[in-house]
């Protein structure tokens, strides 16, 4: 299993939410409520060789959740959960699933980067995720 492949599960796990997703960095035009996500760690627990071996990943994931107001952050937070409600979720095309083993808030306000007067909402979703090659 790849860590592209791993990468792409946690966008489409996202992006399984209808919210617009971006990685790494707000994607200049991209309006909110959006999502923006980078994987911050990721560690191979169990690499095994031969017939039947698979391999196992603990990844760690910050989720950004940026809005206009509070209430429409806590909709995308609660898009979130709904989607891991469900774990563990399988990408067949990826050969991988996924489920969840830890899943954080904190909230915060930024500045604003799309011309309006009022500082965006941000709630950051710390996940750690547990990744398995099917």
């Known amino acids: 299993m790849s860590v592209t492949d791993i990468h792409k599960a946690i966008f489409d796990l ?11 960095l707000r ?4 309006p ?7 994987i911050t760690n990721m560690e191979m627990a169990v690499q095994m060789r031969g ?3 698979l391999n196992h990943w603990t990844v760690g994931v910050e989720v950004n959740c940026v809005a206009d107001t509070v209430a429409a952050v806590c909709t995308l937070i609660d898009d979130v959960v709904a989607e891991l409600d ?3 979720l ?6 991988c699933s996924i489920a969840l083993a830890s899943f954080a ?7 604003p980067d799309d011309g309006q007067q ?3 909402r941000v709630g950051t979703i710390t996940l750690t995720l547990l990744v398995q090659e099917d």
Do not use: H
């Open 14 to 24: 996202l992006d399984g939410t209808g919210n617009a997703v971006c990685s790494g």
């Open 27 to 30: 994607t200049a035009a991209t």
């Open 32 to 38: 909110t409520p959006c999502y923006v996500y980078e």
């Open 51 to 53: 017939a039947g071996a």
């Open 86 to 88: 469900n774990g563990p």
């Open 90 to 95: 399988n990408y067949t095309a990826l050969d």
């Open 105 to 111: 808030i904190a909230f915060s306000t930024a500045t």
């Open 118 to 120: 009022d500082a965006e």
